[in-house]
């Protein structure tokens, strides 16, 4: 269970481009093997995408606000 939470904000890290070869290894490892997690994190990839989309648009605004908000709260969560 542990792991599952460390892996959630790893991903987080890895689509933030802030993660080190080592970790985003650990994360490809993990999310080839838990259904559950590759899940939550296709669904973060696809809320980040739409998000870079808008941003390219115009400015942070309050919807990319509560999006950003809603994908922290079902990071949080798990399952
Ligand atoms: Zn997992």
Do not use: F
Request: hydrophobic share 45%.
């Amino acid at each position: 269970m542990l792991q599952h939470r460390k892996i959630r904000r790893a991903v987080e890290v890895c689509l933030d481009g802030e993660a080190d070869a080592v970790l985003a290894a650990e994360v490809r490892r993990h999310l080839s093997e838990c259904w559950s997690c590759s899940q939550d994190g296709e669904w973060l990839l696809l809320i980040r995408a739409s998000l870079h989309r808008i941003e390219a648009r115009r400015p942070v605004d309050l919807a990319v606000a509560r999006l950003n908000r809603y994908a922290t709260t079902v990071m949080k969560e798990g399952r």
